[in-house]
């Protein structure tokens, strides 16, 4: 049989003709970032090696590549210029032909690789129904898992193509007993070659008479595309990535729907973007938890970011109230008043351990924060069965089968019940009942209504050494679009957790002295704001045990202060004290964990060599203050 490898879009054959709009794709396309996370680790994790006691690895790598070394990209080019001009008139397929064109004209094209490992693969790569490779590859609409996994309809597949500018994915995995198979995977629209009319979805790889088939010789493949251990990578080819904000979104994602995996060391989650890379771990979770608090981040810009208070709950309450809704102890809730989240909010999961959504019922008599999390195999069955496409919500409507809908509607109501009834037993309870976190008292009781994540200056800049056990290095910056003036007069940091009452300003003696009662100042009258910068960023020698941070204002500023504070491991911030600083050569002058009296050019980068009395890695906020 004669074979050539390429892409290979199947003859429509008066079939039904496909345009611009796809439905898979469209329903991932409102928080695109959050549900990219959430499907990939999701099915990541779904395929963990139940006979190895290791946790799931996921790697988020974002790479230039030359347009040589993607898979006969000029015939995607051609197939996107054939879809637009079958429908002439459909404006948003022009708009995506036309920046699809202009990235084809680019000497290098972006890749985001996404890989996981300790992992399974795609199982079953030549079966053709039933399979894991079967179900990502060439099926729509149904689910190849089975039992309380993640995914009930397969649809989480589509997501990633949200994120390519070409719609276009491409698929490697290596399979024990089965050896490596790579495929392409590309959903455009319906289109004519050579006269014929193809339909909108292409293959790439071994081409037959009628259908197209994987590379299962990883030698015929380029080096970037071949693997040797179990598990499976994923191609975005022309990734869509906003440059500022993905790394952050993907973060903050990862963290919102897995904190609990990561915290109980089930999930390691890496991003590397333009050699930084970042480890989001057991160790460093709630130092990043803090900063999202701190940053008020929303993930895609309106998604609250809300795992931090669920983590400081997971951490501080001990009694876990069991209720039995199919059977005996089948769900699990954690619930407490804590007084720094004046709010009413339950998380809900599954076994797996998954965010599915934040229950918030309004009108009640009391504030709390809880956990739920369904254990039961028939409960989460059941409650699987009634989710989404998109997995966000328990909803029996979902479900086909007249009987088995109203089954499960009687169970997610008899749960909701006992849930309320959790929430009723909080009320009647006096005020030693309410839970005050020991050593949480630094947290802010600020809720929900805040600036969003893209107003955040980048925060996640140092390349981080995953080996080290200590807590690993991280620079952020503050949003300084409400600058705070503070008294510096005994080199204080301004107050970032909120307990100072009435938001007053410290002044010198010591006490608060109220907004309008005057200005705060130091001992020369002046007073001081945060300054927002372009970046900073945070190299490390590791032979020296020094950092060069490198920061790039936005204009010219003199009289500057840089502070530098950590994360401890309980998550709180600490002052770090600085040794000694250069700048060219200069030593500076510095008092405690501050360099004073520093100039800075606008647009363009200074670097100070700093080095600490503490010589290890940590997780850290800098920050510049500029006198008015």
């Known amino acids: 049989m004669d074979q050539k490898i390429g892409w290979y879009f199947p003859d429509n054959k008066g079939g039904q003709e496909e345009g611009f709009e796809n439905q898979g794709i469209n329903q991932f396309k409102m928080s695109p970032y959050g549900k990219l996370a959430r499907e990939i680790i999701q099915n990541s994790y779904d395929a963990k090696i139940k006979e190895e006691d290791k946790k799931v690895r996921v790697e988020f790598k974002l790479v230039k590549m030359e347009k040589s070394r993607i898979p006969n990209l000029e015939s995607i080019k051609e197939s996107i210029n054939a879809s637009a001009e079958y429908f002439p008139e459909t404006e948003r397929l022009n708009k995506f032909r036309q920046v699809a064109n202009e990235k084809f004209d680019s000497d290098t094209i972006d890749v985001l690789k996404i890989s996981d490992y300790n992992t399974t693969g795609l199982v079953g790569i030549e079966q053709r129904i039933n399979s894991a490779w079967y179900g990502l590859i060439k099926s729509s609409g149904n689910s190849t898992k089975s039992g309380v996994s993640g995914g009930s309809y397969g649809s989480g597949k589509h997501a990633a193509f949200v994120f390519s500018y ?49 590379i299962r010789n990883q030698e015929q493949m380029d080096e970037f595309y071949r693997r040797n251990v179990t598990g499976t990578d994923l191609y975005i080819i022309g990734a869509k990535l906003e440059e500022e904000k993905w790394v952050d979104n993907i973060i903050y994602s990862v963290i919102e729907n897995f904190w609990k995996l990561i915290i109980e060391d089930k999930l390691e989650v890496i991003i590397v973007n333009n050699g930084d ?30 795992a931090y208070k669920f983590i400081e709950l997971n951490d501080s309450v001990k009694e876990i109230r069991y209720g039995s809704i199919c059977s005996e102890n089948d769900v699990e809730l954690k619930i407490a ?68 809908r109203k089954k499960v509607r009687e169970t997610i109501k008899k749960l909701d019940n006992w849930v309320n009834e959790q929430i009723d037993s909080l009320s009647y309870g006096d005020d030693s009942e309410e839970f005050d976190a020991e050593g949480l008292d630094f947290l802010s009781i600020d809720d929900d209504d805040s600036n969003g994540i893209e107003e955040m200056q980048k925060p996640f800049d140092e390349i981080i050494n995953k080996e080290i056990e200590q807590q690993e290095i991280l620079i952020t910056q503050r949003d300084s679009t409400k600058p705070k003036a503070i008294d510096k007069t005994n080199d204080e940091e301004p107050n970032s957790g909120g307990e100072n009452p009435g938001n007053d300003e410290r002044t010198r003696d010591g006490g608060n002295k109220g907004k309008g009662e005057g200005e705060n100042t130091t001992g020369t009258g002046n007073n ?42 309980s998550g709180e911030l600490e002052k770090i004290k600085i040794e000694k600083a250069y700048n060219e050569g200069q ?36 920050k510049v203050y500029v006198q008015d």
């Not at 001081?528 to 032979?543: A, G, L």
Request: aromatic share 10%; hydrophobic share 30%; proline share 4%.
């Open 528 to 569: 001081y704001h945060e300054s927002q910068m372009i970046y900073i960023k945070t190299p490390y020698d590791s032979e020296k045990n020094m950092y060069k941070i490198i920061i790039r204002p936005i204009e010219d500023l003199k009289n500057c202060e840089i502070h530098f504070q950590r994360w401890t491991d």
């Open 277 to 306: 890379t970042i480890n989001i771990d057991s160790k460093n979770i709630r130092g990043f938890a803090q900063l999202g608090k701190q940053e008020n981040a929303r993930i895609d810009e309106h998604d609250i970011f809300n």
């Open 587 to 622: 030593e500076l002058e510095v008092s405690g964990n501050i360099i004073k009296n520093m100039r800075m050019k606008g647009n363009e980068d200074i670097k100070i060599d700093v080095l600490f009395e503490t010589k290890r890695k940590c997780v850290m906020e800098v």
């Open 166 to 214: 070409f719609r276009t994915i491409l698929y490697g995995t290596y399979v024990k007993n089965e050896g490596y198979a790579f495929q392409g995977k590309s959903i455009l629209c319906t289109h004519k070659k050579d006269g014929i009319v193809k339909g909108n979805i292409g293959y790439w790889g071994n081409i037959t008479e009628d259908e197209c088939r994987p």
């Open 337 to 404: 008043k804590l007084p720094q989240y004046p709010e009413k909010k339950i998380l809900k999961m599954r076994d797996t351990e998954m965010k599915i959504n934040i229950f918030s019922p309004r009108k009640r008599p009391v504030n709390f924060i809880g956990i739920l999390i369904a254990t039961g195999v028939e409960l989460n069955k059941q409650l699987r069965e009634s989710e989404p496409q998109t997995h966000d919500v328990w909803n029996a409507d979902n479900i086909e089968d007249e009987s088995y």
